[in-house]
């Protein structure tokens, strides 16, 4: 489809500086930005009005967990940390998610992400077991492909069992490496798509270096992974025991410690990295490691706040992320934007990071650090992932500069959203899809998780 979108108030790029805002029309061809500026409409091209709107590049969630989304404020673990929520949530439901769960927890947490002007997630799903009747991958790619949302499948998993504070708990499921490997592999064979705009990728993603594998077999996941052409993800440094533990355990603090294994470098990234000191900061900066930053989990968590100006400040790679709606109780990549503009500026003054640091870390960083330089900025050649955000809602009323709207608003407000200049999203909806029905298909799997407890 050929387009044409103009009368937007303004755009925020994904860029730096100065190329953080442009203005005018821009013109998409073959699923990319052909021009930008003031263009006058082509007898083959589509018009579509953004009056009154911002355009930004499509938003990228570099770190998700989409099973999750029917696991939101469970009453048990609403207050706890890191350690019980993960023994009260995760650890507690995994066995009950049959592939009508997995189903609709997905399409749940997908169409919320479009909703909110997101168009590529990283996924890290980790639960893959001899239990399930069904192949989870395919459930999550297939729904992506039916939502025409970008999807990269961290595929996790772990190798080492971790003991909770209780045995009531059916023990989540552990993989042999050579097995594990080995299923990554065919997802690889299967799913892979290396090209600039491909939909689908694999990324090996194990649960965590510190807890879900040996030092030694840490190294041959890396090897095994750059063997295979694909990414390396993991959560890192989330909370002070994980500081604490590699201290005690191998003299040395996080970063270093994966470094030590081969796991630093441009084709990785961590999520969450709340607790690094200066040598780590530095060592992310130097070495091109990315960070998932995940504030509003963080926050829900009570697990502190993650150095992301620091890193940013000297030069180190930045994205944000929903994080799993059980410890966040939402997909909304537009409230993470919020919340990532006001949290540092609480604890380190009001310049700490402005909205445009916000739109570039969720925008041309994410798909950077994803793999995908040709995605997230709005340029002129770079593939046509775009959302128009709307400005129409008793909020936006008052705003002297409109054009922060998206970040600074509180919330996603979204208009229309291409894919690869494909419309996904058209007048705040998905077409095709039949909400109430899905509301309803939530509402009754809820109903069956906490029926099948224990």
């Known amino acids: 489809m050929n387009m044409l979108i103009h009368n937007a108030t303004g755009i925020l790029t994904g860029l730096r500086g100065d190329a953080a805002r ?45 099973f999750q989304t029917m696991l939101k404020a469970v009453p048990t ?3 706890k940390p890191l350690e019980p929520w993960l023994r009260l949530v995760p650890n507690t439901y995994w066995n009950r998610i049959d592939e009508r769960t997995l189903g609709v927890a997905a399409r749940v947490g997908m169409v919320e992400l479009l909703l909110s002007g997101c168009t590529t997630v990283a996924d890290h799903h980790y639960l893959f077991s001899e239990l399930y009747p069904y192949n989870p991958a395919d459930v999550l790619f297939d729904t992506a492909r039916n939502l025409g949302l970008r999807y990269v499948l961290a595929r996790g998993g772990t190798t080492q069992a971790r003991k909770f504070d ?5 023990p989540a499921p552990t993989e042999p490496l050579d097995v594990m490997l080995r299923r990554v592999d065919d997802l690889v064979r299967r799913y892979h798509d290396p090209s600039p705009a491909s939909m689908t990728r694999i990324v090996l993603a194990p649960n965590t270096p510190t807890w ?13 992974a750059r063997g295979m052409g694909i990414f390396l993800h993991s959560h890192l440094s989330e909370t002070t025991n994980y500081v604490k533990f590699c201290l005690e355990t191998y003299g040395m603090r996080p970063l270093q410690f994966v470094a030590e294994h081969d796991w630093v470098g441009p084709d990785v990234w961590f999520a969450h990295l709340v607790h690094m000191d200066e040598s780590e900061i530095a060592l992310m900066a130097q070495t091109g490691t990315g960070m998932a ?6 926050c829900r968590l009570g697990s502190g706040i993650a150095p992301a ?10 994205s944000l992320a929903v994080d799993g709606a059980a410890s966040n109780e939402a997909c909304d990549m537009g409230a993470e934007m919020h919340c990532a503009w006001m949290i540092h500026r609480a604890v380190q003054g009001a310049d700490a990071v402005t909205a445009e640091d916000v739109v570039r870390w969720s925008t041309s960083s994410g798909a950077s650090i994803l793999g995908y330089p040709e995605l997230g900025s709005v340029e002129v050649g770079k593939i046509a992932d775009l959302v128009v955000h709307r400005l129409d809602s008793p ?3 008052g705003l002297h500069d409109p054009l922060i709207a998206p970040v600074v608003s509180g919330a996603a407000s979204v208009r ?18 039949d909400l109430e029905r899905l509301l309803e298909d939530a509402r009754t799997v809820v109903g069956c998780l906490d029926s099948t407890g224990p």
């Not at 879900?212 to 095994?224: C, D, F, I, K, S």
Request: negative net charge; hydrophobic residues 40%.
């Open 309 to 318: 100006p620091a890193l940013d400040a000297c030069g180190g790679r930045v």
């Open 212 to 224: 879900g594998a040996t030092p030694t077999e840490l190294r041959e996941m890396a090897a095994a």
């Open 293 to 298: 930053h995940c504030p509003q989990s963080n």
């Open 395 to 397: 909020r936006h009323a």
């Open 416 to 433: 229309h959203v291409l894919v690869g200049g494909r419309p996904v999203v058209v007048d705040g909806a998905i077409p095709g899809l």
């Open 166 to 170: 209780t045995d009531e708990i059916i």
């Open 77 to 79: 673990a609403i207050n």
């Open 22 to 66: 442009s203005t005018g029309s821009v013109r998409i061809r073959n699923g990319r930005i052909a021009e930008m500026g003031d263009l006058s409409p082509l007898p083959d091209e589509t018009l579509l009005d953004a009056r009154g709107g911002v355009i930004t590049p499509g938003l990228v969630s570099t770190h998700h967990h989409l």
